[in-house]
Each structure stands twice: as structure tokens, then as C-alpha cells.
């Protein structure tokens, strides 16, 4: 059954595989530096790679857009944005997955009742924006060394050749590795909330829900590529835009570079660590990132002026395909529910319980004027109530959302057994013992679980354990003891 | 890969030596000649027509394998093209070398100095060209400094054979008017392959601003 849901993912992942694998090897197979075969296979096993790997940091930024909380909303996402990448691609207007996809859970948000996390959004769009920018930047820089250092170490044309094949590959498969990385959050990241399935053991591996869906979905943009990628890389390699191998080769280091930039947590934390710069880890559109790289080597050739066409269709394309996206994906989620009875949300509930009002009286908010155990049906009738008082300013939606927001977490002796199963690998003994003394406990909102958790954690002195790692451990428990359906 | 590579690279440097030797075996073919030393002009003869076979051989193979491994995509049809050019020059030199042997030309003693000058020039601008194919194969930019010394050799060819020509017109010591074209036509063929030198110069200068990525 839950195939069937996750089929229109898996149509996504197809045609991404078709269409984006070309951005990475569209020149080395047109150009035949590379065969196709050797193409597909190591683009292939790389995008299946980063996606299990390295897939979840772009998927939690679409999260925190919107997490589709129910399986039929997340296949009706998931089609919708499939269905608007076919259509313009039809009507031969630039088309992007990522933006696809974000257009859509912002529609289903709409009809949802959910509110859009703008600050999110912005960062979403933001991203879009910087990506081709970043990977002009990189392929002038790109550029600039490998002249110099030919310049500088001549290296003869037959010589040549076989390096710039043999980096084709290595960078193809880089590139592949951080296409699966950044672009699954597009194919699977909608079904991340709404379909957790069982941790599985392999040869000794265990592979946790979001592993197994990201496998799924790489596995299905692997297809695309053995099934449909070989004429489009055809169109990319001979037609549209005719580049040196050498110059294809600084162009896909250079979308790679940016579309890893936008995908590993392990950089976006170093960075941090180190008082840089961090991207904001979204899923960006990798054929944006190759016409940037291409104007980037076109601005520094001189000869070619900037087609200020091809620019305007890619910013048109930032604004019209999610609009676009999100009415298709409204539309049908009605249709869905409305025709065909299928939940496509899990209504979430608000209230001004105890611990909510408390720890909303931290944020400057007058706790007496809250009314106790108040409850809202959804995020859009808590947002019109806000908005109606004049004691609760707009400025803090945001806070109100996330304490009031009702959930439900049960520590029953069941689930605790499949916890210490599932935990035995990864957590430390006292760790999990510290967990089990949770028995019997409920928690009706998420962050005051998190919160106790953080507080227990810390408390079983476990030293040089970075922030990342204990996030994931608690993330890991807040599904785990989650009831609520 | 680079093995097969390295070996592809020493077929190119064969070539390239092959038609080097162009130059000083041409010279040396018409100096035994005009020394009437017949037996070693044969010799030379032979040896022009044994480099020209081989340097078919090895470029034959050079395309076939550039083909086959389908090696250098984007300039693979320019490398061959210059390939064929300077093998012109070697089918050049054997063509001449065998015309002094089939026509047998009477040349005045007075121009045998002059006709052993053109050839020297010529076989300059050989030496000149097969070094700039050599730096364009090895990617540096030096090449470029070698097409103006190729500019010059033929210049300098193109001067000696107008020289020669005139004097030959002019020359009331033959009589024969026939004799006179045919000084000219040797005069010519001789000049003819620092032509062709500069051909492959001109196509060098343009190759080597396409290959800047």
C-alpha cells in the first residue's frame, strides 16, 4: 500500500534522474569523453550514496516549510509537483524539482490550515537566487586556476585528454554524490513525516526510515537515469550549449561544489564551527547551476555577452513554477479528500495548556491573559485569534505555534523494548537506561519532550559529545515514542 | 589508459621526426645529383620513399586509433587534418626527389648553389613547423613563436626562388626556352614545399587559439 502512496515520489525521482543527471555528465557522454554506460552506472551508485548518506539536511529545511503530515497529502505533493515539472517542461518553460516541489507543500500548507514558515520560505528562495550566482563565481575561479596551472605545467593534448577524462568521472561521480545528497529532500522529503517505516537490519547495518525512503527514491532517479537520461545528455552534449570537455568539466565542479554547499550538514557545521559563512542546506535546481556556471565562463571569455533572456526565464521560473505548483497541489488535495475520501493531513490541534502558558510567560507574553486550555483546531484559526487580541503581538505567531502545538508521546513498556533494540548500537548504556526511567510518562507537546530530554541527556555526563549528535539521538526518540496518527 | 597514451605520444614524436628528416634528405638528394653521384642519390631516393611509406603507416594508425578510442573528441578532426598536412610535406619531398629521377633536369652548374640554397630554406621552414606541431601536441604556448620563424623561412625561400627565376630568364647562355621552363618548374617544386610549411603554420595559429578552454 504504501507503494502505491510513495508512487508519485518515485515518479519524481524518475524524471529528475532523466533530466539531471545531464547536468553532470550531459557533456562528457555528448562529447563521448565518457560512455554512457560508465555514466549511468557511477552516477547512478553515487546519487544513491548521497542521498542515504548525506540526504537529510535539505529535507529538514523542506520540513520546516510544511511537514505533510499524512501519507495521501504527501503522494498528492509529490504528484502535483511531478505534474507541473511535466507541464512546463511541455510548454518548454524552465522547470525546476526543488521549486516544484516547494510550491507544492506551501499549497498543501494552504489547504491544510498550516502556516508557511516565511522565515523558512525566504531562506528557500533566498537560496535559489544565490545558487547560479555561487556557481558562476566558482566556475570563473574554477577557470582562472586550470589555465594558470596549464599555463604553468603544460600538459600535452593526448595527456590531457586522458585526465580530463578520468576528472570527468571523478567529478561526475562528486557531482551524482551531492545531486542525491541535495536533490532527494525533492523526491522523498514530503514523505519523511508521513510514512515511518521499520528500522531494518542488513548485514549488520541498520538502515532507519529516512534512509530506507531516501534509498527508495535514489533507486528510482537511478531508473531515470539508465531509462531516459542517454537522449537528454544527447541534447545537453551536442546542442544546447556546445562546450570544450575542459570547460564542461569546470562547469560541473562547479555546480557540484555549490549543490554540496547546499547539502552537507558536515560542511554547514565546520563552517559554523569555524565563524564562516553557512549556507542555508536547501535543495537548489542543479540545470540553474549549470547555466550560472556557463555565463560565469562566458563572462570571463569575454567574447559572450550574458543572455539576459536565459536569465529572465530562470527568474520568471523562480516565481511561476511554485505558483503554479501550489494551485495544482491545492486543487487536487481537494479533490483527494473531497471525491475520493483520502486523508491528505492530520488536523493539528493548538492549546493554551499549563506548560504552554508557562513557558510562553518566558517570552514576554502576559500569561494572565491567556485563557487556560483554550484549543484551536488548526495553526490558520490560533493565527485570525492572534491576530484579533491586542495583547498578543503578531511578531510572536512563531513561539505561540510551537508551544501551543498539541502532540502526543507515550513511554509504554512496548515501545521502550523497540527503543532499547533499536538504540543498542548507537546509544551508550546510560543513556538508554536514562531513557527507560521515562516509563509510563506522557508528553502532549513536542518541545517540552525535547526539552526533558535535553535535560536527562546532559545530565548522563557524556563528554566531547557534539550538538549535532545528541540532536539526532533525541529527534530519533521523539519518533520513536510518538502516538499520535 | 595512459600507457596506451604514452605509446600513442612516441607514433606522434615518430611522425614528427619522420617528417623532420624531410628536409635534410631532399638536400642531400640533389647535392649528390648535381655531383653526379648517382649511386647515392638512388640511395637517398630510396630513403625518401621508405620514409613516406612509413609515415603513411604511422599516421594511418595514429587516426584509427584516435577513432577507435574515440581520444580528444572535441579537436580530434583538427589534429588528423594536421596530420595530413604534414604529411604532405613528406609526399612532397619524395614526389620531387623521384622528379629529378624521372625528368632527369640538365641544371646549370651556375644554379646549383642557388637551387641548394632554396632547398636549405625550405627544409628551415620544415624544421621551423614540425617544431611548432611538436608544441602544439605538447600544449605549451611556445608554438606560437615558432610560426614566425616558419613566416620567415618561406619568405626567404619565396625571395631566392624569384631570384632564380629572374636570373634563369635572363640567362642568354641558355638557349633553349624548354630548358628554361624547366629550371623554372624544379625552382618551383622546391619552393613548394616551404609552402606548404606555411599552410601548416596558418592552420597551427588558428588550432592553437581554439584550444584556450
Known amino acids: ?485 | 589508459m595512459l600507457k596506451k597514451t604514452k605509446q600513442l605520444e612516441r607514433k606522434v614524436n615518430n611522425f614528427m621526426d619522420i617528417v623532420n628528416e624531410t628536409g635534410p634528405t631532399l638536400l642531400l638528394g640533389i647535392k649528390a645529383y648535381f655531383k653526379g653521384d648517382m649511386d647515392k642519390f638512388y640511395e637517398l631516393s630510396d630513403k625518401m620513399v621508405k620514409l613516406e611509406n612509413r609515415a603513411d603507416e604511422i599516421k594511418r594508425n595514429i587516426e584509427s586509433e584516435l577513432y577507435e578510442r574515440t581520444l580528444i573528441p572535441e579537436s580530434r578532426s583538427d589534429v588528423l587534418s594536421l596530420l595530413e598536412a604534414l604529411d604532405d610535406i613528406v609526399d612532397r619531398g619524395k614526389e620531387t626527389i623521384q622528379e629529378f629521377d624521372m625528368e632527369i633536369p640538365q641544371i646549370s652548374p651556375r644554379y646549383h648553389e642557388g637551387f641548394l640554397n632554396l632547398t636549405e630554406l625550405s627544409a628551415n621552414a620544415i624544421d621551423q613547423v614540425v617544431k611548432a606541431a611538436r608544441n602544439f601536441f605538447n600544449n605549451s604556448v611556445e608554438s606560437r613563436h615558432y610560426f614566425a620563424k616558419v613566416y620567415y623561412w618561406e619568405k626567404e625561400a619565396d625571395r631566392e626562388s624569384g631570384r632564380l627565376i629572374k636570373k634563369i630568364f635572363r640567362d642568354e647562355r641558355i638557349e633553349d626556352l624548354s630548358c628554361k621552363f624547366h629550371h623554372r618548374s624544379f625552382v618551383e617544386r622546391l619552393d613548394r614545399v616551404a609552402d606548404i610549411a606555411e599552410d601548416i603554420a596558418d592552420k597551427l595559429s588558428i588550432l592553437s587559439i581554439k584550444r584556450s578552454i
Open chain 1, 1 to 485: 500500500m504504501i507503494l502505491i502512496y510513495l508512487s508519485s515520489g518515485l515518479f519524481l525521482g524518475w524524471s529528475l534522474g532523466a533530466n539531471d543527471a545531464s547536468n553532470i555528465f550531459g557533456t562528457a557522454v555528448g562529447t563521448r569523453m565518457v560512455k554512457f554506460r560508465t555514466a549511468a552506472l557511477i552516477a547512478s551508485v553515487f546519487v544513491i550514496l548521497g542521498a542515504v548518506l548525506s540526504g537529510s539536511g535539505a529535507t529538514r529545511t523542506l520540513g520546516k516549510l510544511g511537514s505533510v503530515n499524512a501519507l495521501g497529502g504527501a503522494f498528492m505533493v509529490a504528484l502535483a509537483a511531478g505534474f507541473s515539472v511535466f507541464w512546463m517542461t511541455r510548454l518548454k518553460l524552465p522547470v525546476s524539482t526543488s521549486q516544484a516541489i516547494v510550491g507544492a507543500i506551501v499549497g498543501w500548507n494552504f489547504f491544510a490550515g498550516m502556516l508557511t514558515d516565511y522565515s523558512s520560505l525566504a531562506k528557500i528562495v533566498f537560496s535559489w537566487v544565490l545558487s547560479p550566482v555561487l556557481a558562476a563565481i566558482f566556475a570563473i575561479l574554477i577557470y582562472l586556476l586550470v589555465k594558470k596551472l596549464l599555463r604553468l605545467f603544460p600538459i600535452s593534448l593526448l595527456r590531457l585528454d586522458v585526465y580530463t577524462r578520468a576528472a570527468l568521472i571523478i567529478v561526475g561521480a562528486f557531482g551524482a554524490y551531492s545531486l542525491g545528497a541535495n536533490n532527494i529532500a525533492n523526491v522523498m522529503g514530503v514523505f519523511v513525516p508521513a510514512a515511518p517505516l521499520d528500522t531494518i537490519t542488513i548485514f549488520g547495518i541498520k538502515f532507519t526510515s529516512i534512509q530506507q525512503l531516501f534509498f527508495i527514491g535514489s533507486v528510482a532517479i537511478a531508473s531515470g537515469i539508465f531509462t531516459y537520461s542517454y537522449k537528454v545528455m544527447q541534447t545537453v552534449g551536442n546542442k544546447v550549449v556546445k562546450l570544450t570537455p575542459l570547460s564542461a568539466l569546470v562547469i560541473v565542479l562547479a555546480e557540484s561544489l555549490v549543490l554540496f554547499l547546499f547539502a552537507s550538514e558536515g560542511l554547514h557545521d565546520w563552517l559554523i564551527a569555524h565563524n564562516l559563512p553557512a549556507l542555508p542546506l536547501v535543495p537548489v535546481s542543479s540545470s540553474q547551476l549549470v547555466v550560472g556556471g556557463v555565463i560565469g565562463i562566458g563572462i570571463i571569455q569575454g567574447g559572450k555577452t550574458i543572455k539576459y533572456r536565459i536569465v529572465g526565464k530562470i527568474t520568471s521560473g523562480w516565481v511561476i513554477t511554485p505558483l503554479i505548483s501550489a494551485i495544482i497541489a491545492f486543487i487536487s488535495l481537494f479533490f483527494l479528500k473531497n471525491v475520493f475520501e483520502i486523508k491528505v493531513y492530520e488536523p493539528v490541534a493548538y492549546q493554551f495548556s499549563k506548560p504552554a502558558i508557562k513557558r510562553l510567560s518566558n517570552q514576554n507574553i502576559d500569561k494572565d491573559k491567556l485563557a487556560l486550555n483554550q484549543r484551536f483546531e488548526n495553526a490558520l484559526s490560533l493565527k485570525k485569534y492572534i491576530h484579533q487580541t491586542n495583547y498578543l503581538a503578531d511578531s510572536s505567531l512563531d513561539e505561540i505555534v510551537k508551544f501551543t502545538r498539541l502532540d502526543s508521546f507515550y513511554f509504554s513498556a512496548q515501545k521502550l523494548n523497540i527503543f532499547n533494540q533499536e538504540a543498542a548500537d548507537w546509544f551508550s548504556t546510560p543513556e538508554i537506561k536514562t531513557i527507560n526511567n521515562l516509563q509510563g510518562e506522557e508528553f502532549v507537546h513536542e518541545w517540552r519532550l525535547k526539552q526533558r530530554l535535553r535535560k536527562i541527556l546532559d545530565d548522563s555526563k557524556r563528554k566531547g559529545e557534539n550538538y549535532r549528535k545528541l540532536a539526532k539521538k533525541i529527534d530519533f526518540v521523539v519518533e520513536t515514542f510518538r502516538t499520535a496518527e
